[in-house]
């Protein structure tokens, strides 16, 4: 069938695709708590003749598959929200529930564009006959940056060929580059309690080991590569200031272009917590949670992604829409609109066009994603849709405003559309699948381990 056949099929699920962007909205799960929304696609995809896979060991996982034969298409849908981002759809600030989640990274677009794109490539296998396996991937857990890890370490993508993956941001296009790979872990301090003005002299205090490691940290920070990136949160367990602390928590993440670099740095970080244990005579007790490696980018699927971006019809917004987007955009600092817009080369609040190839060729993207690990296994290509205006942020109220919109949900049915074109010129279309097959394999790190 011609393409825009394909894109007819695909918007005979707009309503599936509009309910889902809403629902999971309107049900925001943090990571490792996704129990309603993986039911509720699970349950969608059972009715539409999908058969489930669970894994006892992923809970909030898993895959639903229809059709038979190769190549098998994994189709990656994510569902988690981020804690502290509740918000209206509105353009001021305003939570639903004061303190409550969000989707300020719009996983709930994320999930119902993967589960429209699934649905709607089985119509059209059955009219075109194509031979064939698709498999949605319910996947939890991509904000703690874990879920793929443990569903690759579990054996959940095993048999699968190709995987196609989107995310929502404020620009449409291809990703030719890679994110940052990144390590999660903590620290456990303890030391020895005390009366803090009675008898400081007894005490050895968790807390002052867990602030010299931060210290030593900030310090270390000038002499690691380019592109690293270190943050973390702090944990006191609840003591008040008149207690020598005898325990104190911390949770760190370090990112860096290359997961070999991420290792080196966790070392060295580890040390600053051996030191600080020394000088504190307290003792640290350090626990790997996950880690995530970078993207391994494929040329070739990309090429046939942004043939496929830029055979769709470009989304059209209402004057009421762009007002909204204003509305929003007027609410971030305006220096980074501004820039945003020079960089895109954009008047209008909302990215309109493909953006052209070259734009991000070469510079990693400074966030990191469990979906690396999955490009380490498979072939897997990545793109965009504009959800929200030029110079918003994902994990920011104002992303969670927009994907509660219009402007989310459309996103969600054009990129539901891009992920069934291109999956339909990877059933339909030997000599591709072949010219990215032989891609991956050239790049593949045949040492990859997941790490968990
Ligand atoms: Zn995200």
């Known amino acids: 069938m011609a393409k825009k056949d394909v894109f007819t099929i695909v918007d005979t699920f707009k309503d599936l695709c509009r309910d889902a962007c809403r629902t999971i909205w309107n049900h925001p799960e943090i990571s490792g708590e996704e129990n309603f929304s993986s039911k509720y696609y699970a349950e969608i995809l059972r009715k539409e003749s999908f058969r489930l896979v669970v894994n006892e060991h992923v809970p909030h996982a898993f895959l639903a598959e229809w059709g038979s034969g190769h190549p098998v298409l994994a189709i990656l849908g994510e569902y988690d929200a981020l804690p502290g981002l509740s918000q209206k759809a509105g353009s001021d600030r305003e939570e639903i529930t004061a303190g409550g989640a969000g989707h300020g990274c719009g996983h709930n677009l994320l999930g119902a564009a993967a589960v429209t794109g699934a649905i709607a490539l089985k119509k059209v296998m059955e009219e075109d006959g194509l031979e064939g396996t698709i498999r949605f991937y319910g996947c939890p857990e991509e904000e703690t940056l874990c879920g793929k890890v443990k569903m690759i370490h579990y054996n959940m993508f095993d048999g699968c060929d190709f995987a196609f993956s989107w995310h929502p941001m404020s620009v449409n296009m291809t990703f030719d580059t890679s994110y940052l790979a990144n390590a999660s872990f903590k620290f456990y301090y303890t030391g020895l309690s005390a009366h803090a003005g009675f008898a400081p002299q007894n005490g050895r205090s968790a807390l002052d080991a867990m602030e010299l490691t931060n210290m030593g940290v900030q310090y270390l920070r000038e002499h690691v590569i380019d592109g690293t990136r270190i943050h973390y949160t702090t944990d006191s367990c609840g003591y008040a200031p008149n207690i020598v602390h005898p325990e104190a928590k911390s949770w760190y993440y370090v990112r860096a272009p290359h997961m070999s670099d991420v290792k080196s740095t966790v070392d060295r970080v580890k040390k600053c917590a051996q030191g600080a244990a020394i000088m504190t005579e307290t003792q640290v007790k350090f626990e790997l949670l996950s880690g995530c490696t970078e993207m391994l980018v494929n040329n070739a699927f990309s090429d046939l992604t942004y043939k496929n971006l830029l055979e769709l019809e470009p989304i059209t917004y209402t004057a009421e829409e762009r007002e909204f987007a204003r509305k929003i955009q007027d609410s971030v600092a305006m220096d980074t609109c501004a820039r945003d817009r020079k960089a895109y080369n954009s008047d209008g609040p909302m990215y309109e066009g493909i953006a ?30 504009a959800a929200w205006p030029i110079g918003v942020a994902p994990h920011t109220w104002q992303a969670t405003a927009c994907a509660g919109s219009s402007l989310g949900e459309k996103a969600a049915l054009w990129a539901a559309k891009a992920i069934a074109a291109t999956a339909y010129d990877i059933l339909t279309l030997p000599e591709e699948r072949e010219k990215i097959l032989a891609e991956f394999e050239a790049r593949k790190d045949d040492n990859y381990v997941p790490m968990i």
Do not use: Y
């Open 356 to 385: 052209p190839r070259e734009q991000w060729a070469s510079t990693p993207m400074k966030a990191s994603t469990d979906t690396g690990d999955v490009s380490q296994i498979m072939p897997m290509n990545l793109f965009t849709a």
